[in-house]
């Protein structure tokens, strides 16, 4: 009769293997973490356009109701405290409607007016600017 001995192997994986998937997960982030930081400023950024858009938008509405943010203020940035103030529109169609932009803080208030400028009387998105 003959015996033949074999040898158990046991589940699981070699050290080597585990070194060589550690490696990689290191190599995939090193290429990640790179980008994760250009997505976290280009959603800064477009945030602060869309701030800049919207605090456009509400000056010329209120200049259309007959309220003038822009008269009385030298730069952009003075007229975007007073939208962020906002106003409330006492006569004519639009007797007390409220416009404004509250609740901007005063970082969010500085980025946004790197898109905008004064222009014929008018507060303009530029689409130029930012930090």
């Known amino acids: ?6 040898k158990m192997m046991k589940a699981g994986f070699s050290l080597v293997e585990m070194l060589v998937v550690i490696a990689v997960i290191g190599i995939i982030a090193a290429i990640a973490i790179p980008n994760i930081g250009k997505i ?14 919207n605090l456009a938008s509400v000056c010329a509405s209120a200049q259309a ?7 009385g203020n030298a ?4 007229v ?4 962020v103030t906002g106003a409330t529109a006492a006569d004519g ?7 404004g932009v509250p ?8 980025s946004a007016a790197a898109f905008l ?8 998105y530029t689409g130029a600017g930012g930090n």
């Not at 975007?80 to 939208?83: F, G, H, K, R, W």
């Open 80 to 83: 975007v405290a007073d939208i």
């Open 93 to 99: 169609p639009f007797q007390g409607t409220f416009f």
């Open 65 to 71: 109701a007959g309220h003038d943010f822009v008269t």
């Open 40 to 53: 976290n400023d280009t959603a800064e950024d477009s945030k602060d356009r869309r701030n800049a858009q």
């Open 1 to 6: 009769m003959k015996v033949t001995t074999r």
């Open 75 to 78: 730069t952009a940035a003075d």
């Open 117 to 124: 400028s004064i222009a014929n009387g008018m507060l303009v």
């Open 103 to 110: 609740g901007l803080d005063q970082e969010e208030q500085t």
